[in-house]
């Protein structure tokens, strides 16, 4: 018999609150149960069938009969609870189309409508002089300007093909190592780590790789690619999967004909190698949103609606990418197309016009 390995106990008198951060489940334990679970902690061997506590420990899979075994980690076991914990967002039933989302969607707005706000200022920040800041002035590439002004989330694609040339602009600008500043190096930059990309990374470390999921991209077969950013260039990864796109992406339908899109994976063994603490986990994220919208603001800049989610099946992911128990985990997906420029899809809009009718 074995403890299973992905547990995290709370004291919380009169008893103990044990937690299987991997599976999403909780059990509340009286002082019977958590002396019981104590003893066979320290030696599992004692476990005894005809104990109906030890049944129940099990059936609860407090305990394992087959001994499970746990990814390895660089940083404190912090840090892994929060990472496994987040994963696989759960969800009772994935949507199967539009319309399932559509309602799904919209009954959780309305749930979450339905309960008081938070305040809009910050408590602490409502005392004190508010000081005027002048009006912000042009930039002088205002194609820049441009970008930021005109940046929105759509879910609402054509489908129509990105040229091939317009992908590598937008890798290349967004992920790729910026040939134009090999000569602005600093001599005290650690060898390895002179690449520079158009966005800030923790450490100069570049922990964050794209994966691009082609489904409609002039002059490259669909698929899923590795992007090489020191080298500006894809390999293939994996064929696309035969179910929809909206089946990986928690549902979400409306996305099913985008053309192109990103997986932003961080690479934590980068991390551990600088970082040798749980709070640098941060960083990943940090990056990723950096990543995130320098490629949406090319994308913009290019013509293309954009759009992003974190809401994925992680471990159906980490198989499409290959990455399966690497301290390689993907965090963020972004894509591009074009668009009618409409924040919502069509069949919300329908939804919405039913419900308000």
Same mark, same amino acid.
């Given at each position: 018999? +074995? /403890?299973?390995?992905?547990?995290? %106990? ?54 394992? &009969? ?7 980690? $660089? ?7 929060? +990472? ?23 009954? +959780?707005?309305?749930?979450? =409508? ?16 508010? &000081?005027? =800041?002048?009006?912000?002035? $042009?930039?002088? @590439? ?19 093909? /990105? ?21 602005? *190096? ?10 520079? *990309? ?6 100069? =470390?570049?922990? #964050? ?41 928690? $549902? !979400?339908?409306? &996305? ?12 934590? @063994? *980068? ?51 290959? %990455?399966?128990?690497?301290?390689? !985990? ?5 894509? #591009?197309?074009?668009?009618?420029? !409409?924040?919502?899809? *069509?069949?919300?809009?329908?939804? =919405? ?5």
């Amino acid at each position: 018999m +074995h /403890i299973n390995p992905y547990l995290f %106990i709370l004291p919380r008198t009169p008893g103990q609150i044990v937690w299987n951060y991997k599976n999403h489940t909780q059990h509340e334990l009286d002082l019977n149960y958590t002396s019981r679970l104590a003893r066979l902690i320290d030696n599992p061997n004692l476990f005894d069938r005809q104990n109906i506590i030890d049944v129940q420990l099990l059936k609860a899979e407090i305990l394992t &009969i087959a001994k499970i075994d746990s990814p390895q980690w $660089g940083w404190d076991e912090l840090s892994k609870i929060y +990472h496994i914990g987040t994963q696989n967002i759960p969800c009772a039933r994935t949507p199967q189309n539009i319309h399932e989302w559509s309602r799904q969607y919209l009954d +959780h707005c309305t749930e979450v =409508l339905n309960k008081p706000a938070p305040a809009q200022q910050r408590p602490a920040l409502n005392t004190g002089q508010r &000081i005027a =800041l002048p009006a912000p002035c $042009g930039l002088t @590439d205002d194609s820049l300007g441009n970008a930021l002004r005109q940046r929105k989330t759509c879910r609402s694609f054509t489908g129509e093909a /990105i040229p091939l040339r317009d992908v590598a602009t937008l890798l290349y600008l967004s992920f790729g190592f910026l040939h134009e500043r090999e000569n602005s *190096r600093d001599d005290c930059i650690a060898h390895g780590l002179h690449a520079r *990309r158009s966005s800030p990374s923790g450490g100069g =470390l570049n922990a #964050c790789e794209g994966f691009v999921l082609a489904r409609n991209v002039c002059g490259l077969e669909p698929g899923l690619y590795a992007y090489h950013p020191a080298e500006h260039a894809l390999s293939l990864t994996n064929p696309l999967p035969e179910s929809a796109l909206g089946d990986l992406l928690g $549902g !979400q339908h409306f &996305i099913n004909n985008l053309p192109l899109g990103l997986f932003i994976t961080a690479r934590f @063994d *980068r991390l551990w190698w600088k970082y040798e603490h749980s709070r640098a986990y941060r960083m990943a994220f940090v990056e990723a949103g950096h990543l995130s919208q320098s490629f949406q603001l090319v994308a913009t800049a290019l013509g293309f609606g954009t759009w992003l989610t974190g809401a994925f099946a992680d471990d159906r992911v980490e198989a499409l990418l290959k %990455i399966e128990g690497s301290p390689e !985990q993907p965090l963020f997906f972004v894509g #591009c197309g074009a668009s009618d420029g !409409q924040a919502m899809c *069509r069949e919300m809009q329908d939804l =919405l016009r039913e419900v308000q009718a």
